[in-house]
């Protein structure tokens, strides 16, 4: 599976952005999809994630309440909606996919750069 991420930028504290990662098969096939960031000099950390079959989604506390991830199956497409951005959102956001039994994937990122 190949994972491209795009809709980063650089954007005002306060503002929003929506991610999107496309993946190359169909995302039925894939039973866990996620976002992941990593700051300068940081490890990368989990995000949010969401089930493939039934949908249920999790997030870190640091986003909880004002990120959403959502999934399209139809478009092969996961998106991260990113509100109320703050300058410690700064990094390379990642898309990462899992297949059971398969192997697990990882986009190249997108950076997002949140101005004081």
């Known amino acids: 599976v190949q994972l491209v991420e795009s809709g980063g930028g650089l954007v005002q504290a306060g503002g929003s952005l929506r991610l999107s990662c496309v993946a190359s098969?169909?995302?039925?096939?894939?039973?866990?999809m996620g976002w992941y960031r990593q700051a300068p000099g940081m490890q990368r950390e989990w995000v949010a994630t969401?089930?493939?079959?039934?949908?249920?989604?999790k997030y870190a506390d640091p986003v909880k309440g004002r990120f959403v991830i959502s999934k399209d199956n139809a478009k092969n497409t996961m998106y991260l909606q990113m509100n109320s951005l703050k300058p410690e959102d700064t990094a390379v956001y990642y898309c990462?996919?899992?297949?059971?039994?398969?192997?697990?994937?990882w986009g190249r990122g997108t950076q997002v750069t949140v101005s004081s």
């Open positions: 098969e169909s995302t039925f096939s894939i039973a866990v």
């Open positions: 969401v089930d493939s079959s039934t949908h249920p989604t």
């Open positions: 990462k996919a899992v297949r059971i039994g398969l192997g697990t994937y």
